[in-house]
């Protein structure tokens, strides 16, 4: 067959609802690799956190089913389930609409991970089928989806009812789908090691993870860290030989909220971890980048007035002064710009103001 070679107005596509999501998924879970396939799991337990910063949810169950889904539950207000004025659940909007959500609105949300309104619906596009569960005014509410699309009958233009309840929350189970992924079998310590980070920076929170596959010890872990950064400085310094204490600060500038613990062991490397709405910024960015200017700032300062510095000599480098550090840098802002839908940069410069205010003023007390 002869190749088509024009360009015309017949060569633009549209792709309607979820099918650009299902057509380039790495734009939306940065793969379609175990990486991406766990990035399911943390898409919707951001959401339930999302409650948790809003003061409405203190515990989270995750769980790995035996048939290979995935189950996150939250006991935070639950998602609307009344009539949209798109004409449609507003629970349906949420799971089947790209950027629709609650997290555009500083009235239900003052800071949010999932900013985006994104990762609900990409969570249901990328799945073979995707089971909600709302308890929500005294009613316990369903919908199923296959595919992204809906899957269950409304009753009068709502969901349905199956019973009643006095609990309050969400609980989303998915199967992921094997046409898009290259494996649909979570990796259990990945998921571990994020849900014990997140409690880490929400010392409120408490996470159960219980993985029922394999006939595996289906014994429930807790992660729940009330010392918050404290103990995740310690336990990432664990067998170190540590130089310092724990130093922890935290404060407020400009409604951006900063909190920091760091910590100086014999090691030559350092370790500067960040996090945005308990996001981690694995690739860094602006709250990351003012911290270690006013750190290195400050630490020359101190080194003059002591006279560890000359005034013919040069200023320490950063490198310099964060030898053997361990920090982290978590804040929550109320409308942060990430470097794409998987969140790995942060791109605020009043952040990177906040961060360097705070820590000024704090480590020079």
Known sequence: MAKRNTYDADSISVLEGLEAVRMRPGMYIGSVSTKGLNHLVYEIVDNAVDEHLAGHCDTIEVYLEKDGSATIIDNGRGVPVGMHQKGIPAARVVYTTLHAGGKFDDSSYKTSGGLHGVGSSVVNALSEWMEVTVCKDGFIYKDRYAYGQPDMELVNGLLQTVGKTRKTGTSIRFYPDKQIFEHIRFKEEQIKNRLHETVYLNPGLTIVF???????????????????????????????????????????????????????????????????????????????????????????????????????DANFTGADVRNGMTAVVSIKHPDPRFEGQTKTKLDNQDAAKAVNKVTGEEITR
């Open 210 to 312: 219980t993985d029922l596959r394999d006939g595996k010890n289906s014994e429930p872990v807790t992660f729940h860290e009330p010392d918050g950064l404290v103990q995740y400085i310690k336990e990432m310094n664990a067998g170190k030989e540590t130089k310092t204490d724990v130093i922890y600060f935290s404060g407020e500038e400009d409604n951006i909220m900063v909190e920091c613990a760091l910590q100086f062991t014999s090691d030559f490397d350092e370790n500067i971890f960040g996090y945005c709405n308990c996001i981690n910024t694995s690739e860094g960015g602006t709250h990351i980048t003012g911290f270690k200017t006013v750190f290195t700032t400050v630490i020359n300062s101190y080194a003059r007035e002591l006279g560890i510095l000359k005034d013919k």
